[in-house]
């Protein structure tokens, strides 16, 4: 059973940065798009962004100019997020998809606060 695991979250301050990284417990291969959810207190999970496997990205519109998401390879995606708000603060969970088969990671927690 191959497991996602996420990994770069913590405490920032408003205005700051974080860059989550997501990578396979171990090699996959085929043409996976990958992604990156977000799920905040008294909210319903929520797309962040998407890359696909030729490399097209999708943004949700709050985080457009300010998250950029990434393939490192075919077996790690990871998240770029600066001019962090409050409202970015939330479990991030990354998704690997092919076909019928998803893969999810367990989530890294994110808090934007002063």
């Known amino acids: 059973q191959v497991q996602l695991v996420e990994s770069g979250g913590g405490l920032v301050q408003p205005g700051g940065s974080l860059r989550l990284s997501c990578a396979a417990s171990?090699?996959?291969?085929?043409?996976?798009?990958m992604g990156w959810y977000r799920q905040a207190p008294g909210k319903e999970r929520e797309l962040v962004a998407t890359?696909?496997?030729?490399?097209?990205t999708n943004y949700t519109d709050s985080v457009k100019g300010r998250f950029t998401i990434s393939r490192d390879n075919a077996n790690t995606v990871s998240l770029q997020m600066n001019s962090l708000k409050p409202e970015d603060t939330a479990v991030y969970y990354c998704?690997?998809?092919?076909?019928?088969?998803?893969?999810w990671g367990r989530g890294t927690q994110v808090t934007v606060s002063s």
């Open positions: 998704n690997f998809k092919k076909s019928s088969l998803q893969l």
């Open positions: 171990t090699r996959i291969f085929g043409l996976f798009d």
């Open positions: 890359i696909t496997w030729r490399g097209i």
